[in-house]
Every structure is written in structure tokens, then in C-alpha cells.
């Protein structure tokens, strides 16, 4: 089952044939899935901010990211204020691969071309009210 179009009909392909589902409840195939390095936030409306970058990650790495941009949109799917699931399924990919992701900041859209890579944390969401009250 995918959530998004953001994946190409070979990782479709494979992800059907090997599919298996983790702890978290995210979908992985036996390649070990690889992220874009970015801690994010989830403001009351459900829309997803950049809280950190993974220092040397991939997001990191390709500059012009910033703590406070709201993910709006990965390859051709918009993802603003869409499930954590739908997100992840887009974000998270196989070692090497490009995804092209849109952020918002200040009322302009700023596009990123970011190479997956291993990453510590594939994701790391966190509600705002939890980073109000530092974390639990």
C-alpha cells in the first residue's frame, strides 16, 4: 500500500515483494531505508517545521534549511498537515536516492534537492506541546 506518489514503480516493485512492517508501524524492505537528516515538529494545525538538522546529514549538508520552515511539499505530493505515515512514505527512500522537497518560509516556497543517506534518527516528530514542556 503506498500513500504517495513519490516513489518510483521499482521501489514499488520491491517494497511489495519484500515488504515487512517495523515497530514504529513504517513499512521497510530488506535495503535499509535512508533519510534526509531533519528533526521536525508538529505545530497545533498538524503541519510539520523543521525543528533541527542532523549535524553532517544529508538536509544539512545541501544548506538552506532552517529551523522553523514548514514541509509542504515531497517530489510531486503535497504533504502539508498530511499523517506522519503519508510523510515518512515519501521522505524515506533507499541509500543514494534524490527527493526534491519544498519548504515554507515566510509566504515563499524554497525547493531542496537532497540525497538520502544514513541518517540516526530516520525521523523524529515531536507535538508541540511536548517541545513546550521540554520533551517528556
Not at 64 to 79: E, H, M, R
Amino acid at each position: 500500500m503506498f500513500c504517495c506518489d513519490c516513489r518510483s514503480d521499482k521501489d514499488r516493485e520491491t517494497t511489495t515483494q519484500q515488504q515487512g512492517l517495523g515497530a514504529n508501524g513504517l513499512s521497510f524492505t530488506k535495503k535499509s531505508l535512508c533519510g534526509i537528516g531533519i528533526n521536525f515538529r508538529a505545530d497545533s494545525t498538524g503541519a510539520l517545521l523543521v525543528s533541527s538538522l542532523i549535524p553532517g546529514g544529508p538536509a544539512a549538508t545541501t544548506g538552506g534549511i532552517q529551523a522553523g520552515d514548514v514541509l509542504y511539499q515531497v517530489d510531486n505530493t503535497v504533504v502539508y498537515r498530511c499523517p506522519l505515515s503519508h510523510v515518512s512514505s515519501c521522505l524515506l527512500g533507499e541509500e543514494d536516492t534524490a527527493v526534491n522537497v519544498i519548504f515554507l518560509r515566510d509566504d515563499k516556497k524554497i525547493t531542496k534537492h537532497i540525497i538520502r543517506a544514513p541518517v540516526a534518527n530516520l525521523m523524529m516528530i515531536q507535538k508541540a506541546n511536548e517541545s513546550e514542556r521540554g520533551g517528556e
